[in-house]
């Protein structure tokens, strides 16, 4: 079997397409919701995954009554007609805005040639940016993380070893946070790699938005985030790792009817004067060992609550 016949080199080549795409089926229940499209929609997979665009709209084109999916809105032809149709129209992102987009979308055939379904792909004509202030909109996409949509580890290292360097001379408070998310390769097993990559691009934004811009949110590895702190002693630092637990330990997924979570763990630290990267991230990791939460806890975070 060549390269190109992998199922998953397949999903990862649409999952790289910059404009959304959206795989419905005959019932217009949506089965496949591209990076893209969450990032122009804002509404992330697993809002998105088996709900019907009839009912929940997240596309809106220009067609009178199309917040209903008409007759006429664009997948509605494209099955009914077995060809490829299109408009413009505004989309209404998950934030309240509207973004004026192209839709264009077309039959999907069985083997039969009966239609069992329908892509749709929408792109913005003008820039979403001016509506989101987050640190991860204002970096290039090769610096950012493809799961989680914040900075990669390359930039996030990058970072925090220039803050380091600037330290003493500037006369600096430094810390970070090193929040692990435990049982991810379990969750991941037993519910799928899309569940896991839902999940932590749910953790990553509310770490985001809980932070103050000058913060930089990073994908440190597969189941940890790095967040760089600046002018923020040890006292401080415990504070926000205080409420940032808080705050993970009530958020998950719905995932098919059910909501799922994992326990989040959080190290803080405070830069010390000569400190190097893996200095700092040795103590972390050193405080991570003490701030582990109970393993008991993991088997419940995959029964929903």
């Keep these: 079997m060549g390269p190109f016949d ?6 990862s080549i649409l999952e790289s397409l910059p404009t959304g795409l959206c795989v419905v089926d005959a019932q217009k229940r949506i089965r496949f919701w591209s990076r893209g499209a969450e990032r122009i929609t804002g509404h992330l997979r697993h809002e998105a995954i ?25 997948l509605a032809q494209a099955m ?5 149709a299109e408009a413009t ?14 839709i264009r979308a077309g039959p999907i055939h069985n083997e039969r040639g009966s239609v069992i379904g329908a892509v749709e792909t929408f792109e913005e004509l003008q820039p979403a940016a001016s509506h989101e202030g987050s640190r991860a909109n204002a970096l290039p996409l090769d610096c950012l993380d493809h799961q989680t949509g914040v900075a990669s580890r390359a ?5 925090l070893r220039a803050t380091l360097a600037s330290l003493a001379e500037n006369n600096l408070s430094v810390g970070i946070l090193l929040p692990q998310v ?27 938005k809980a932070l103050w811009t000058s913060a930089l949110v990073g994908q440190w590895s597969d189941e940890q985030f790095l967040v760089v702190v600046n002018e923020c002693d040890q006292q401080q630092i415990n504070a926000l790792r205080e409420r940032l637990r808080h705050l993970l330990a009530g958020e ?9 979570f994992l326990p989040v763990s ?34 419940g975070s995959l029964s929903g609550s």
């Excluded at 998950?252 to 799922?260: D, S, T």
């Design 6 to 11: 992998d199922p998953e080199v397949c999903r």
């Design 50 to 74: 088996g709900h019907c665009c009839v009912a929940e709209p997240l596309l809106h084109c220009d067609q009178p009554g199309c917040e209903f999916c008409s007759e006429e809105c664009s």
């Design 80 to 84: 009914k007609t077995s060809r490829g």
């Design 89 to 102: 129209g505004v989309l209404h992102h998950r934030n309240g805005y509207e973004i004026p987009v192209r």
């Design 155 to 159: 930039v996030v290292q990058s970072h």
């Design 182 to 208: 435990q049982g991810l390769p379990h969750f991941r097993a037993a519910l799928g790699p899309e569940a896991a990559s839902s999940l932590m691009r749910v953790l990553a934004r509310t770490l985001e």
């Design 252 to 260: 998950g997924i719905e995932w098919w009817g059910e909501r799922r």
């Design 266 to 299: 959080i190290a803080g630290v405070t830069a010390h004067s000569g400190d190097t990267v893996a200095s700092l991230l040795q103590r972390a990791h050193a405080a991570l060992e003490t701030a582990l939460a109970p393993s008991q806890r993991e088997a």
